[in-house]
DNA sequence: AGCCTGACTTTGT
DNA sequence: GACAAAGCCAGGC
């Protein structure tokens, strides 16, 4: 692995205009329906595993991105809806997921370790 | 240019 | 097992 960083976007003569969240968006757009991962996942995929919350700071800005970012797929390490009160509405996390086949409760994704979904797996295949 | 904040994670008490 | 603190990086002011 790199020793300065993994990602793979650092060694590419990419534009100025490509910001740290697009990286995110692209990741979690990328998340299949009826699964889930993880904030700490994203990041280790990008390379800033030591820095979980600069992808929830990303999705952020996904409120603005086009095209939606499906945000709701990610949760926190505990499979726990954290991000849910930046929703347009608290409640609103929740009914996606339980839209795409998740079960939720208690704020909480139901057998998130089957659900979860690596990048740093599913898309090194 | 410098300080603050933040949708996380891990470790220690 | 619950609570507290630290580390991390990038964007906003």
Not at 38 to 53: D, M, N, P
Not at 67 to 91: D, E, I, M
């Amino acid at each position: 692995m790199n020793k300065k960083t993994t990602n793979p976007r650092e060694n590419s003569t990419a534009p100025k205009t490509y910001s740290f969240f697009e990286d995110v968006y692209g990741v979690v757009r990328q998340i299949p329906k009826g699964r889930v991962t993880s904030y700490g996942a994203i990041a280790s995929y990008l390379g800033t595993k030591l820095s979980a919350r600069m992808v929830g700071w990303a999705m952020n800005a996904a409120h603005n991105a086009r095209p939606k970012v499906p945000a709701h797929r990610v949760v926190n390490r505990n499979g726990l809806l954290t991000g849910k009160a930046h929703f347009a509405t608290p409640s609103l996390m929740e009914e996606l997921l339980k839209k795409e086949k998740i079960t939720v409760t208690a704020d909480k994704v139901t057998d998130f370790k089957q659900l979860f979904w690596d990048p740093a797996v599913e898309l090194s295949l």
